[in-house]
């Protein structure tokens, strides 16, 4: 067997899917756990996927790891109670570590410098130049982990997968074909709740019932069904572009010639790249100008709720605006706290997904103690203030509030990688 391919891990009917948690961090706006089980090496067997980059020599090695059906459900933390409060985010050190699998300490400094001409006769140009000089595969760490999921797996397993390995989405591996056919997230999560949920008084069976399959064939009608990835050869640039046009927060990283998911792209992942690039391309006029005056984000029609705003509501609005979070708000508008689809899975940890009459305020009261609380900006801030603060802070968005914290706008890695990247798009390369 080449070492590419993949060699879904064998997992016993009476093995426990708590057992395999990995210390991965996700794209969550808070620090992951700090220990998990170690997966027994007696009852699994990985094979490393391997990709030479031509850039640095070296390579990267992704270790697979596919939960497949009927497997025993893995047990829940304890339900914590703690009210998170709001603050403005201070730096803090940048971990490079994130979302679907564990990198290790090597891989936290193992991006190689990249030489490239950076051309300075229009700033605006910089960022897409450069990102169209770098290649996807440059991105992939030496060492990764990531979680696979059998598309033949129970909905409410895989559910259980996610949150025993505390990550928001993973590739669905098709063992009929063979092959990679799509990504299962917290959308699904919210999308298949929505779907069958009648009151608290009927349990939602079809989570139990439905294989990820079945779901799938379901929502094929769904234009994010069909599964969304680039090549390890394509620019970052591209990557950037199929994030944003396709509105996706997630694009694997698939070998050509294996078909094995070598990594995950997300804004983040880009955002921090390009970040950690930016000595090499100089500091742009724009950078010291304010949030107010590039009217970066949005700032029309923004969607929040209050703490009694019954969950199934905020799904709703979730769900046909296509947002990834809300705001939560008091009668005056100012922010208490934030609802952010990744805190669906919370129902999902604690059983509880029969009821979704419950408020917004109480889905969150089981939201993991380590949440830092809303981190937020304020219009006078610079660009440069901002960029900081999201990377630094590892959070996918501000919430922008006046003096009084008032909710004026949100503040995405979406929008900012569109204005650095995507607004001088006429191929000036």
């Given amino acids: 067997m080449d070492d590419h391919d993949l060699d879904p ?33 007696s009852r699994t067997t990985h094979k490393k996927s391997s990709l030479k980059s031509k850039t ?19 047990r829940s933390r304890s339900d914590l109670t703690d009210k998170p409060a709001i603050r403005v985010g201070q730096p803090s050190n940048l971990q490079n570590i994130e979302d679907n699998e564990m990198e290790t300490e090597e891989a ?25 000089s770098v290649k996807c595969e440059e991105l992939i760490p030496p060492s990764s982990k990531i979680v696979t999921l059998d598309t033949k797996l129970s909905m409410k397993k895989a559910f259980f997968a996610l949150v025993a390995n505390e990550i928001r989405s993973a590739p ?31 349990q939602i069976t079809e989570l139990e019932d439905h294989r990820i399959e079945t779901w799938k064939e379901l929502a094929s009608a769904n234009k994010h069904a069909k599964l969304i ?5 394509a620019s970052l640039y591209e990557a950037v572009q199929f994030l944003t046009t396709h509105k996706i927060h997630r694009l694997p990283i698939i070998d050509e010639s294996t078909g094995a998911v070598l990594y995950i792209l997300t804004h983040k992942r880009v955002m921090r790249f390009l970040y950690l690039h930016f000595p090499d391309m100089g500091f ?11 009217r970066i984000g949005t700032y029309e029609n923004v969607a929040m709720v209050s703490p009694d705003t019954p969950l199934i509501v905020a799904h709703n609005i979730i769900m046909e605006r296509r947002i990834s979070a809300l705001p939560i708000v008091n009668e005056t508008g100012k922010v208490l706290d934030i609802y952010a689809k990744f805190d669906a899975l919370n129902l999902a940890e604690g059983r509880s997904y ?15 103690v380590t949440f830092e609380g809303v981190i937020v900006c304020y219009p006078h801030e610079t660009l440069s203030a901002i960029i900081n603060r999201l990377v630094e802070k590892q959070v996918h ?19 900012l990688m569109k204005f650095l990247v995507l607004r001088s798009s006429d191929d000036a390369f």
């Fill in 397 to 415: 968005r501000l919430v922008v509030v006046d003096s009084t914290h008032h909710c004026m706008g949100i503040i995405s890695l979406s929008d």
């Fill in 354 to 368: 029969n009821n979704l009459d419950v408020t917004v305020r109480q889905a969150l009261e089981k939201r993991s």
């Fill in 9 to 41: 891990m064998e997992i016993g009917e009476d093995d426990d899917l708590s057992k395999f948690a990995m210390p991965a961090f996700d794209d969550q706006d808070e620090s992951p756990a700090k220990h998990a089980s170690p997966a027994s090496s």
């Fill in 172 to 202: 669905l591996w098709a063992s009929s074909e063979q092959r990679f056919v799509g990504m299962l997230t917290v959308t699904d999560f919210i999308e298949i709740l929505r779907h069958y949920y009648k009151s608290p008084l009927v």
């Fill in 229 to 233: 990835s680039i090549k390890p050869s």
């Fill in 284 to 294: 742009p006029s724009y950078m010291s100008q304010t949030i107010e005056e590039l």
């Fill in 56 to 74: 640095s020599g070296q390579r990267s090695h992704s270790l697979q790891e596919t939960f497949l059906a009927d497997q025993p459900l893995p």
């Fill in 108 to 132: 936290k400094n193992s991006h190689p410098p990249v030489q490239r001409m950076i051309l300075q006769d229009s700033e605006d140009y910089n960022y897409m130049r450069f990102l169209k």
